[in-house]
Structure formats: structure tokens, C-alpha cells
């Protein structure tokens, strides 16, 4: 059972849409770490959200952390064909000694 | 520094042999985490060392798997009389103590296929 779940699983669009992926669990946790993975590479770290209710804008992205601290979304706006690849969202242990990863949303960005 | 490696990058094995892999974090990375990853999902929490102390180990790990960071430094990943079900990406990464968000650093990675 994963501990996180993503939604979508898979996401296919134009380049210029706009998309939402979504990272829900119901546990709480300290933070949350937003990753994107390209096929054959470790995942890399996009962005860290802390506080309950927090946004933080990296260029397009925008990620939003729930006021819980159960759930967290990440937002693209005019998405393209470089944003392709699968985004994983992770949920950090209180004391960052384990970390739960997503099952994760696989995007195609097409031109 | 170059980041994180991993040591190979590919083996293929047969079922019921051991296989070794290798991580080098980040020079100055206390923290050190193995994960497994299989097609079409997220990573998978395996075990942390903090320096050369195992302070978490999932308990989806069977006896046949051991984790070692002798030194603090590298650490290493065996599997015994390996499975067809062992046959994943194995991947590790580093973080820094200090950091609020703890970015964890991670490999290449480590494809195991198990005939």
C-alpha cells in the first residue's frame, strides 16, 4: 500500500496547457519534497514545502503544500516539452530518516 | 565534486547468486539512503545510515539484503542468492546534515536484472 498516492498516473498534453498534479496521503508530515525523474537518472529536487498552507513559484511551477500537511499539489502553467518526465512527490519522516515517495505522474509534453 | 555515483550501472545475474553494488555520496554527506525503484513506480525506502550507523532499515527488507557504510564515507548494497523479483533499479543518494529542506542527492543508479 503506497503510502502517498499520486493523481494522474499519466498525463499526456499540448506544449502551452496548463496541468495539475496531485500528492495525497492521510498522514501527516513534516515536509514534502517535490522530485522529477528522466528515464535512466535518480530523481532531482524541484522544491521543498515546510509549512502548512504554504506556495512556493519556481518559474512556472507552483507548488502548494495542504493546510494539513497531508496533501500537496504541483501546478505548470503553459507546459513544455522539457517539463516531460515523472514527477514524484515524498513525504520526510520527523526526523528526515525516511522518506515515502509517490507512485509518481508521468508527464508527456508534446510540441 | 561530481554528485552522487553508483557502481555499476548495469548487472545482469542469475537467480540464486549474490551481487554487490556501490555508492559514493557527495564527500561531506553525513546522510545516506538506499532506495529500490521498480518500472512504473516511486522509490522505494530501503535504509538510512547516518555516518557509518544503520539507523533505518524497512521492514520490507529480507535477510537477504545487507547494507554497509564501513567508513561513513561509501556504502555498499548486498543482495544474496538473489530472486526474479530483486530485479529493480536500485538507487542511493546523500544529503548534508545541515540544509532545512535535506535535498537528498541522488545516483544514476544501479539496474539489476535477475534471469
Known amino acids: 500500500t503506497q503510502l502517498l498516492e499520486q493523481s494522474p498516473q499519466f498525463l499526456s498534453i499540448q506544449e502551452g496547457e496548463n496541468l495539475t498534479v496531485y500528492c495525497n496521503s492521510s498522514?501527516?508530515?513534516?515536509?514534502l519534497q517535490w522530485y522529477r525523474q528522466e528515464p535512466g537518472e535518480g530523481p532531482v529536487l524541484l522544491v521543498t514545502?515546510?509549512?502548512?498552507?504554504e506556495v512556493k513559484k519556481l518559474k512556472r511551477l507552483t507548488f502548494q503544500f495542504g493546510d494539513a500537511r497531508k496533501d500537496s499539489s504541483l501546478h505548470i502553467t503553459a507546459a513544455q516539452p522539457g517539463d516531460t518526465g515523472l514527477y514524484l512527490c515524498?513525504?520526510?519522516?520527523?526526523?528526515?530518516?525516511?522518506?515515502?515517495f509517490g507512485s509518481g505522474t508521468k508527464l508527456n509534453v508534446k510540441p | 565534486d561530481t554528485g552522487v555515483s553508483q557502481d555499476p550501472r548495469h548487472k545482469i545475474t542469475k537467480r540464486g547468486q549474490n551481487v554487490t553494488f556501490r555508492c559514493d555520496p557527495i564527500?561531506?554527506?553525513?546522510?545516506l539512503y538506499w532506495y529500490r525503484q521498480t518500472l512504473g513506480q516511486g522509490p522505494e525506502f530501503l535504509t538510512y545510515f547516518q555516518n557509518e550507523a544503520q539507523l533505518e532499515k524497512s521492514r520490507l527488507l529480507s535477510d537477504r539484503f545487507s547494507a554497509e557504510r564501513p567508513k561513513g564515507s561509501f556504502s555498499t548494497l548486498e543482495i544474496q542468492r538473489t530472486e526474479q523479483g530483486d530485479s529493480a533499479m536500485y538507487l542511493c543518494?546523500?544529503?548534508?546534515?545541515?540544509?532545512?529542506?535535506?535535498?537528498?542527492?541522488f545516483g544514476p543508479g544501479t539496474r539489476l536484472t535477475v534471469l
Open positions: 564527500s561531506e554527506h553525513n546522510r
Open positions: 543518494a546523500s544529503s548534508p546534515t545541515t540544509g532545512w529542506d535535506n535535498e537528498q542527492f
Open positions: 515524498a513525504g520526510a519522516s520527523w526526523n528526515f530518516n525516511k522518506f515515502y
Open positions: 498522514s501527516v508530515f513534516s515536509s
Open positions: 514545502v515546510v509549512t502548512g498552507g
